[in-house]
Antibody, heavy 112, light 107 residues
Framework: QVQLKESGPGLVQPSQTLSLTCTVS????????VHWVRQPPGKGLEWVGA???????DYNSALKSRLSISRDTSKSQVFLKMNSLQTEDTAIYFC??????WGQGVMVTVSS | NIVMTQSPKSMSISVGDRVTMNCKAS??????IAWYQQKPGQSPKLLIY???NRYTGVPDRFTGGGYGTDFTLTINSVQAEDAAFYYC?????????FGGGTKLELK
């Protein structure tokens, strides 16, 4: 059964770095892409970036300078790191297997 | 960067009606479009991929169409459980940009 689960801190201070982990099961990271998508409260979906089966990455150009996506295939985990966080980064962060399967999401609040 | 524009932003429909919502890409994306349904408090669910392919388990009242820059999602005989937000997304090539969404409400 394909599953993805996001984990990370619920609260981050402004200007600090966000670190999130997506732990997957039921599929291989070397055969599938994993994407990060975020959704600010009451707003629409925003594609953040992706790590492809071969390990290369693509990022939303608006976030690229602050963003890094990596993985540990031995642990079936994908990581998101975003620095210089601001209040507008407050959102639910989802990881997804391509288009088909989404995690439940993790709420991240940027506040002092 | 590509822009995906959805219309209308919201619509109010009666059970049993047929509804069509639109997604317009700012450049030709071929058939590289997906449609999702999202209900409050839930993760989005894939409905349609590559513009017109219904995902596993999606009822056949959901139909996707279009190619190039103009795409549609049609729901035949809307059911109460179809009240949700609907999003299109450009897929296959980066960035995988989302449209702004259409809110479907039931009268």
């Amino acid at each position: 059964q394909v599953q993805l689960k996001e984990s990370g801190p619920g609260l981050v201070q402004p200007s600090q770095t966000l670190s999130l982990t997506c732990t997957v099961s039921g599929f291989s990271l070397t055969s599938n892409s994993v994407h990060w998508v975020r959704q600010p409260p009451g707003k629409g979906l925003e594609w953040v970036g992706a790590i492809w089966s071969g390990g290369s990455t693509d990022y939303n150009s608006a976030l690229k300078s602050r963003l890094s996506i990596s993985r540990d295939t031995s642990k079936s985990q994908v990581f998101l790191k975003m620095n210089s966080l601001q209040t507008e980064d407050t959102a639910i962060y989802f990881c997804t297997r391509g288009t088909t399967t989404w995690g439940q999401g993790v709420m991240v609040t940027v506040s002092s | 960067n590509i822009v995906m524009t959805q219309s209308p932003k919201s619509m109010s429909i009666s059970v049993g009606d047929r509804v069509t919502m639109n997604c317009k890409a700012s450049q030709n994306v071929g058939n590289n479009i997906a449609w999702y349904q999202q209900k409050p408090g839930q993760s989005p669910k894939l409905l349609i991929y590559y513009a017109s392919n219904r995902y596993t388990g999606v009822p056949d009242r959901f139909t996707g169409g279009g190619y190039g820059t103009d795409f549609t999602l049609t729901i035949n005989s809307v059911q109460a459980e179809d009240a949700a937000f609907y999003y299109c997304q450009r897929i296959y090539n980066s960035p995988w940009t989302f449209g702004g969404g259409t809110k479907l409400e039931l009268k």
